[in-house]
């Protein structure tokens, strides 16, 4: 699935089909009725996808009836996991980019998890609306703006629900600070920081053979992320990927909950990280091919972002790099401050809460605090997501979309996410293009923000 595709083609065939196949959507999303199992299609087979079938495959409630993606290798790997969980194959579509229009078909799928390259997020997702299939979508930023709006209309038109797929919501420090948020601690919030901050050179580029850090490849010459990741990079300069950063502030400044963000700017370093990396690896050098290529990213990308109720938001883009993995999670109040330094954990941060510490200007350890104030979810079922994904996170949103489904609930992070948050990547790179220029953040919901309510996580069951 390359990113090159004509998004003329992509509108018409899309219509269609959803002229076809809403005739015959016989899914209610959220009804009252309570399901007792819930049948999954995953668009996308590769590395990332693997986490949420091992999540899935292990719970008595899931069925992964079919999966859909255009790579022999890649189903073959996806196999092996239904294999390692003792569960039956499913149906399988790989007959090209467009094949999994035929899973979206299927009667016996009630939801479908898209895993698929970036660019391919809102047209499958748009389609499985159209198709009467619930929707949960990984991570990244769009394309094109008017992508983050096909898709809240289609929600909106087909009444199909799409949940935004973000599991560092669910990091166990950010819980308990979300937690501590929730309790007052911080005093009325300010400001807030993240990001991803992330050395990607050796996933970036590959030798075909493995996937990460064993060679200068990428496109049609790589494999796994590689394949396609790095053409954003090569092509385009903003924040490519914002979500991980900002989606655990939007919750904790209850973005389309009572607030949203109303505006940003954004400035980009010069790129100089995935020249360098090529130039100096051993199966590179100043001839290869790749070293004549000009990657347009900058190294380091900073987007600020304004609010309706007053607080400030930093993003920070940095994978080009060299630099040990941080998010740069930071949360401010008038009481308060938290900032992270690490990849997650209790004791990886500072903490200061002026009164608790009599005025003293002095940072505390935060494994007390993030101890003592660890979030219900995690307390409850903290041992069940120990051998899950990213350090438990995906336990959590997996566990979460499936919930919802069952119950006929709301999504914690619901399409109005989905859009304001992937909208970041395109109004960023034109900010970039215009000099830094101030571009508004249009409002996804339509008014809607300033009665929604906060459900994010607001008890110990989902």
């Not at 660019?119 to 008017?146: F, Y």
């Not at 200007?361 to 409850?380: A, G, I, Q, V």
């Not at 919930?403 to 900010?431: H, N, Q």
């Amino acid at each position: 699935m390359p990113l090159a595709f004509n998004r003329r083609n992509f509108i018409k065939s899309t219509a269609l089909t959803g002229a076809a196949l809403s005739l015959n959507n016989s899914i209610k999303a959220f009804s009252s009725v309570k399901k007792e199992k819930v049948r999954i299609g995953i668009i996308g087979v590769g590395l990332r996808s693997h986490e949420h079938m091992g999540n899935f495959l292990q719970r008595e409630d899931v069925e992964i009836t079919a999966i859909a993606d255009p790579q022999q290798r890649s189903i073959d790997e996806a196999l092996k996991v239904f294999k390692e969980y003792n569960r039956p194959e499913p149906a399988i579509y790989k007959n090209g980019n467009y094949d999994y229009k035929k899973l979206l078909q299927r009667d016996d799928v009630d939801a479908v998890m898209i895993c698929s390259p970036w660019e391919w997020h809102s047209i499958q997702a748009i389609d499985a609306m159209n198709a009467g299939k619930i929707v949960g979508a990984e991570v990244c930023g769009a394309v094109k703006l008017q992508e983050c709006w096909d898709v809240v209309n289609a929600s909106e038109k087909t009444k199909i629900p799409v949940m935004m797929m973000e599991n560092v919501c669910y990091r166990r420090d950010v819980m308990a600070v979300l937690n501590m948020v929730r309790k007052g601690m911080f005093g009325e919030l300010l400001h807030g920081q993240g990001g991803y901050e992330h050395d990607l050179r050796g996933v970036l580029f590959n030798d075909d053979v493995t996937a990460y850090n064993s060679g200068v490849e990428f496109g049609k010459n790589a494999y796994s992320e590689a394949q396609w990741r790095t053409e954003h990079n090569l092509k385009r300069n903003g924040e490519l990927y914002p979500t991980h950063g900002l989606g655990p502030v939007a919750v904790m400044m209850d973005i389309n909950k009572g607030n949203r963000m109303t505006k940003l700017s954004s400035i980009a370093s010069k790129a100089r990280g995935l020249h360098k990396y090529i130039v100096e690896h051993p199966k590179g050098g100043a001839s290869h091919p790749n070293a004549k290529l000009n990657f347009k990213c900058g190294d380091i990308v900073n987007t600020q972002i304004q609010c309706a109720n007053g607080e400030t938001i930093l993003l920070t883009h940095d994978v080009s790099s060299p630099r040990p993995y941080n998010l740069g999670f930071r949360v401010q109040g008038t009481e308060g401050l938290w900032q992270d330094f690490g990849s997650g954990g209790n004791k990886q941060g500072f903490i200061y809460f002026q009164k608790e510490m009599n005025h003293n200007h002095k940072w505390d350890n935060t494994e007390k605090w993030l101890t003592d104030y660890d979030h219900p979810l995690w307390k409850k079922y903290g041992a069940s997501a120990e051998s899950a994904g990213h350090g438990g996170m995906d336990f959590f949103v997996d566990h979460a979309f499936i919930e919802c489904i069952k119950r006929g609930a709301e999504f914690p992070m619901d399409v109005y996410d989905y859009a304001s948050w992937y909208a970041i990547t395109p109004l960023s790179e034109k900010s970039i293009m215009e000099g830094g220029q101030v571009q508004n953040i249009p409002d996804f919901t339509r008014g809607k923000w300033k009665t929604k309510k906060q459900i994010f996580a607001l008890n110990d069951e989902y």
